[in-house]
């Protein structure tokens, strides 16, 4: 008498195991309030390597409602869990919330700068990129000038070096009112002072504008890869994260996966090396409506 046995337990537990492991973004490996009050949702909230450790640290640009009438820089550090603020300091800029702020390592000096990418309302007509720069504080403008791009605020605007010069480039994602019907990707270079366009293309992805645009390092191909954070009327009622590769020109989607947090519109939604294991990770810096009554940092795995 022969026993029948049934693998197929066994082949969907292995399934089910597997599939635990290999989900991206499914595991939170971080949640905490910070020392931030909430609501606080009057300018821009980013993780940054501000000291340069893991994890990052938390950044708060403050372009509006100011105690000093400046735009602020506020920071939070990585190693206290977001408990401790290593810098609170006016900038040389007067509030203004016409573009896109950001803090990055402009002059290569190791010491983040504070950018401001204005697209609107600007004196020349065109986009403007204006550096003021953190061995200063934030004083010194290092940087004032127009660039090839017109004032024009139907995407998402970038400083990252793109082509792998050393120099940071004007990216402009522009996800909407595009002439191809499609998400398009355009780079001004650093080189050439953000005078000359390097790459204008189309790419996978109809025209969208219902999350965040960036271009990331994902596949660490030599290549930019365009992500694309979906937070909100996305298909698996789950925030979503799909990324084009760099190496296809965007043609070629590379993931598209649902993820551990459900829709949420209630801060900002990042890509960043949290951990420092080589894989970006899903962050939500939660500003408003949170249940500690501060602004909370919730981190998701991209290697679980």
Do not use: C
Not at 10 to 18: D, I, M, N, T
Not at 186 to 215: D, K, Y
Not at 220 to 239: M, R
Request: zero cysteines.
């Amino acid at each position: 008498m022969h026993t029948k046995i049934s693998f197929f337990p066994l082949l969907q537990a292995f399934w089910l195991s597997y599939t635990a492991v290999a989900a991206p973004y499914e595991t939170r490996i971080f949640e905490a309030g910070t020392t931030f009050v909430a609501p606080e949702v009057h300018g821009t909230w980013a993780l940054a390597p501000f000291v340069r450790t893991s994890p990052p640290d938390l950044t708060y640009i403050k372009t509006s409602n100011t105690g000093t009438g400046t735009v602020e820089v506020h920071v939070a550090s990585g190693s206290s869990k977001y408990k401790t603020r290593i810098q609170e300091t006016g900038s040389t800029f007067l509030e203004e919330e016409n573009g896109t702020w950001q803090l990055v390592d402009f002059d290569g000096d190791g010491k983040l700068d504070l950018i401001y990418i204005k697209t609107s309302n600007t004196g020349t007509g065109y986009v403007e990129v204006h550096v003021a720069s953190g061995s200063s504080t934030y004083q010194t403008r290092i940087l004032e000038t127009a660039t090839t791009f017109v004032e024009e605020n139907n995407g998402q605007w970038q400083l990252i070096d793109f082509n792998g010069d050393g120099k940071l480039d004007l990216v402009y994602i522009k996800n909407q009112n595009t002439g191809t019907g499609y998400v398009e990707v355009h780079v001004a270079s650093g080189a050439s002072n953000f005078q000359t366009r390097i790459q204008e293309v189309p790419t996978t992805f109809v025209e969208e504008n219902n999350g965040v645009w960036r271009l990331v390092n994902y596949q660490h191909s030599g290549h930019l890869d365009l992500a694309y954070i979906k937070d909100q009327n996305a298909g698996s009622g789950k925030v979503e994260v799909h990324i084009a590769s760099g190496a296809s020109t965007y043609k070629t989607r590379v993931q598209e996966v649902p993820t551990t947090f459900g829709e949420e519109t209630d801060g900002a939604w990042q890509l960043i090396d949290w951990n420092a294991d080589g894989v970006l990770d899903l962050v939500f810096i939660k500003t408003s409506n949170t249940g500690t009554g501060d602004v909370e940092v919730h981190v998701a795995s991209g290697a679980s």
